[in-house]
């Protein structure tokens, strides 16, 4: 360590503890700017960011602008039909089976598990089901749920018809996947989905 000498624009504070003096050295200029501005910026960020008004979480304006995203891809397809040729020409596409998937991450974890192997809701990859017979049927029950709302209908809550068309094509190609978590089976097996 090499003793400083204080340079005549350095004050001594006039107090020594065992021999070591104490200067007056300022902190730097840019230190005690970045200081006052945090101080600044803390209350307008927490009120902006923390004061729960919506749509202001990065999630949130990212939740917002991938649905802008979905919404412009749909003008691509137009407004899709409920019926069986159209899942089954959509099942065929990863690009829209992976928009039906996002659309169950959304929604329906909380009740059917991550990759639809159930939780509340019943087992969504295996080869039985409650309602469910036909490719149709998957449209029906998403779009006006059963067992009193158990199952809710989401005809009514989702903005766009595709979402549902779309995520019954997800829901579709679940079967015969192998979840992380497997649900115990309900219900009857059925017929394999019709080919192409
Ligand atoms: C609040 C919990 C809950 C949510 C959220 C939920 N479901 Fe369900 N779902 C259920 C329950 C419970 C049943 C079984 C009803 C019964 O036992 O009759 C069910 C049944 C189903 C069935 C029929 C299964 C069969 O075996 O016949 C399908 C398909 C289905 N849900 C798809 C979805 C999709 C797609 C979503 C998201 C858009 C969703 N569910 C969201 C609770 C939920």
């Not at 029950?141 to 068309?165: E, L, T």
């Amino acid at each position: 360590m090499s003793t400083q000498v204080p340079s005549h624009d350095e004050v001594a504070l006039g107090h020594s503890y065992d021999g070591i003096q104490e200067y007056d050295n300022p902190l730097p200029g840019w230190w005690k700017w970045t200081f006052w501005a945090s101080i600044v910026f803390t209350p307008l960020y927490i009120m902006y960011f923390h004061s729960g008004a919506a749509g202001r979480s990065v999630e949130e304006q990212y939740q917002a602008s991938a649905t802008e995203n979905t919404r412009k891809q749909y003008a691509e397809i137009g407004d899709l039909a409920s019926d069986q040729p159209t899942m089954v020409k959509y099942m065929q596409d990863p690009k829209w089976v992976g928009v039906g998937q996002s659309i169950f991450k959304a929604n329906c974890v909380s009740c059917h598990g991550a990759d639809g192997g159930g939780n509340v809701g019943p087992n969504l990859c295996d080869e039985n089901f409650k309602h469910i017979k036909a490719l149709p049927d998957i449209l029906k029950v998403i779009n006006d749920g059963v067992a009193g709302g158990a199952m809710p209908a989401w005809g009514k809550r989702f903005s766009h018809k595709n979402d549902v068309v779309l995520v019954s094509v997800y829901v579709a190609s679940l079967r015969g996947s192998k979840p992380a978590v497997a649900k115990a089976p309900d219900g009857s097996p059925i017929p394999a989905w019709p080919a192409e």
